[in-house]
Every structure is written in C-alpha cells, then in structure tokens.
C-alpha cells in the first residue's frame, strides 16, 4: 500500500527536511505539506473518505493553531480513521517546557521527536510507528 504522510511545519526548511527524510525511507510515498495547524486541520478535513494520510509529523510552535491543538483536534474526531492516525511531534522546545509537551504527547498517543534529530533517531520513530 502506497504510503501517505502529511508534514506541518511553519518552518519551510524543517518541513523540507522532514519531507526528505520520509522520501528517503519510501521513495513511493506521497508526501503532504502545510504551514501550520489551521492549514492541517483543513487538509484533513477536505480528505475523501478512505484518502487521509498515513501519519502525520507536526511541529508544535506554530501561528494559528499549533501542533497540540492539531493533534487534539485529531485525536477528537468522531472518525476513527483520522483519531486513530499515526502522529509524530517534532519539536525543538527545552527543559521543563519540553518535558510538558512530551507528557501532553505521550497522553494523546503520539510519538515525540526532538530537534535537532539524528537520522538513526528519525529512522527509529518511522520504525516504531509502522514497525518498519
């Protein structure tokens, strides 16, 4: 199955990077981008149903609606194709700020990704959610 994976960052180049990476690992897969939570949560809404995507790795910082607040909102949908989906916090934050956003996203379900990543620590992430 044709892999489908929507990438939101407000920053382009660690969208870009991330993109790459999962490229890299699924060279078939269609990647998906947005710039924010907002532009997510529309993406997701305007899906077909069966069309949603794979997995999502959000930022957490962004304007409009940020990476906890996609994925709440996520995880709140009344279909279980979109609440059960696979979600990936990337995140640059630190210390006890970093600490509070991993607990928020170890309740949600989600998996956490600290930036700057390593390419063997991205590639651990993909593995754990699609047992790669």
């Known amino acids: 199955m044709k892999k489908k994976i929507l990438v939101v960052d407000d920053e382009e180049v660690n969208r870009s990077l991330v993109a790459a990476f999962l490229q890299y690992q699924f060279p078939d897969a269609e990647i998906l981008q947005a710039q924010n939570g907002l532009e997510a949560k529309t993406k997701l809404e ?6 949603l995507p794979n997995a999502l790795f959000t930022d957490f910082e962004m304007p409009g609606m940020n990476g906890l607040e996609l994925i709440r909102f996520i995880r709140n949908s009344d279909n279980p194709a979109l609440s059960d989906l696979p979600i990936v916090m990337v995140s640059g934050l630190a210390g006890e700020r ?11 379900n989600c998996f956490f990704l600290a930036k700057p990543f390593k390419s063997e620590e991205f590639f651990q992430i993909l593995s754990e959610v699609w047992q790669v």
């Open 46 to 51: 305007e899906c077909p149903v069966g069309a």
């Open 98 to 108: 970093a600490v509070t956003l991993m607990v928020n996203v170890k309740t949600l």
